[in-house]
């Protein structure tokens, strides 16, 4: 069984279940592993779970099967003890115990447990494909779920449908001195700044990526790129590709439809930007703080964020 290491620092990456693929299609052993008496179930509806316990510390509330309603079923994985775990999507939640309270991934990815992440992380990502693919790319004809919910198959012409994964860019842009580069979308209020970012596009590489990216919003011209860590993004179907950009000199220029702003800072200048309130930090749940804080060389003030 292979368990994966959580990435530190990314809270989207901390994935700890080994996903069992090779039981996909033994439908013997999923049966069995439903029955279990130790399994444990996740259940969705629309995006949103049930949580308890500390608000500042949640954990999943995660069912026996046989108090899980019915509805798609999801293997998720198997735990280093050999507990199985499902997730089951249904239209609503059952109304929560006095204890008990609903959420989404974006608002509770950064306060749970590896476990418990990966979990929410893997149901999210499986739940919105199969909601918005129900039917066939090719033919239009109805699909129906297969491999313990990890592919859509046409009954109609037999095409197999797996779920979508858009790569993504994610670059901190860095100058001869060591200063980044943080940006202010168009669409966002005053003060708030990050990295800059865009999706693959046919035929690019990703370091073809991280140089378009760049050039289109901000002007700025790549020398090299250095790949540093990934991270899935379920919003709602995109993988964070990290980087540090080199740029060939400090000239900038925003296009001024997506980007509005663009400012280069040395460490000691963010760290005033930030203690002064002038520039407001991407919160921990993006790579893109992660990214930020790896070149300043330790966290930054958790409070100043948005």
Same mark, same amino acid.
Request: glycine share 8%; proline share 5%; with cysteine.
């Given at each position: 069984?292979?368990?994966?290491?959580?990435?530190?620092?990314?809270?989207?990456?901390?994935?700890?279940?080994?996903?069992?693929?090779?039981?996909?299609?033994?439908?013997?052993?999923?049966?069995?592993?439903?029955?279990?008496?130790?399994?444990?179930?996740?259940?969705?509806?629309?995006?949103?779970?049930?949580?308890?316990?500390?608000?500042?510390?949640?954990?999943?509330?995660?069912?026996?099967?046989?108090?899980?309603?019915?509805?798609?079923?999801?293997?998720? +994985?198997?735990?280093?003890? &050999?507990? =199985?775990?499902?997730?089951?999507?249904?239209? /609503? #939640?059952? %109304?929560?115990?006095?204890? $008990?309270?609903?959420?989404?991934?974006?608002?509770?990815?950064?306060?749970?447990?590896?476990?418990?992440?990966?979990?929410?992380?893997?149901?999210?990502?499986?739940?919105?494909?199969?909601?918005?693919?129900?039917?066939?790319?090719?033919?239009?004809?109805?699909?129906?779920?297969?491999?313990?919910?990890?592919?859509?198959?046409?009954?109609?012409?037999?095409?197999?449908?797996?779920?979508?994964?858009?790569?993504?860019?994610?670059?901190?842009?860095?100058?001869?001195?060591?200063?980044?580069?943080?940006?202010?979308?168009?669409?966002?209020?005053?003060?708030?700044?990050?990295?800059?970012? +865009?999706?693959?596009?046919? &035929?690019? =590489?990703?370091?073809?990526?991280?140089?378009? /990216? #760049?050039? %289109?919003?901000?002007?700025? $011209?790549?020398?090299?790129?250095?790949?540093?860590?990934?991270?899935?993004?379920?919003?709602?179907?995109?993988?964070?590709?990290?980087?540090?950009?080199?740029?060939?000199?400090?000239?900038?220029?925003?296009?001024?439809?997506?980007?509005?702003?663009?400012?280069?800072?040395?460490?000691?200048?963010?760290?005033?930007?930030?203690?002064?309130?002038?520039?407001?930090?991407?919160?921990?749940?993006?790579?893109?703080?992660?990214?930020?804080?790896?070149?300043?060389?330790?966290?930054?003030?958790?409070?100043?964020?948005?």
């Amino acid at each position: 069984m292979i368990h994966p290491k959580p990435v530190a620092g990314q809270a989207l990456a901390r994935a700890t279940l080994d996903r069992a693929a090779e039981h996909r299609l033994d439908q013997a052993w999923l049966d069995q592993a439903w029955r279990a008496p130790d399994t444990r179930v996740l259940v969705l509806a629309q995006g949103r779970t049930q949580w308890t316990g500390d608000k500042g510390a949640p954990h999943l509330v995660l069912v026996e099967p046989a108090h899980a309603p019915e509805g798609e079923r999801y293997l998720l +994985g198997v735990d280093a003890a &050999g507990v =199985s775990y499902f997730a089951v999507t249904v239209a /609503e #939640l059952a %109304e929560p115990a006095a204890d $008990v309270r609903e959420g989404t991934l974006r608002e509770l990815g950064t306060l749970l447990d590896d476990r418990d992440a990966g979990l929410l992380v893997h149901a999210t990502g499986l739940h919105h494909w199969h909601r918005t693919h129900r039917f066939c790319a090719r033919c239009g004809q109805s699909t129906e779920i297969g491999a313990a919910g990890h592919v859509r198959r046409c009954p109609a012409c037999g095409t197999e449908h797996y779920p979508r994964t858009d790569p993504a860019v994610i670059m901190l842009v860095l100058d001869r001195d060591d200063r980044c580069l943080l940006g202010r979308q168009a669409s966002w209020p005053d003060r708030r700044f990050s990295t800059f970012a +865009g999706f693959v596009e046919p &035929g690019e =590489s990703l370091e073809q990526a991280v140089a378009r /990216e #760049l050039h %289109e919003e901000v002007g700025v $011209v790549t020398a090299s790129t250095e790949y540093h860590a990934s991270q899935p993004w379920p919003f709602p179907s995109s993988l964070m590709l990290g980087f540090f950009a080199y740029a060939e000199d400090d000239r900038v220029r925003v296009d001024g439809e997506e980007i509005s702003e663009a400012h280069w800072y040395s460490r000691a200048q963010l760290k005033e930007a930030i203690d002064t309130g002038e520039v407001l930090l991407p919160g921990t749940l993006s790579i893109a703080r992660y990214l930020i804080e790896k070149w300043y060389g330790e966290a930054l003030d958790e409070g100043n964020r948005w």
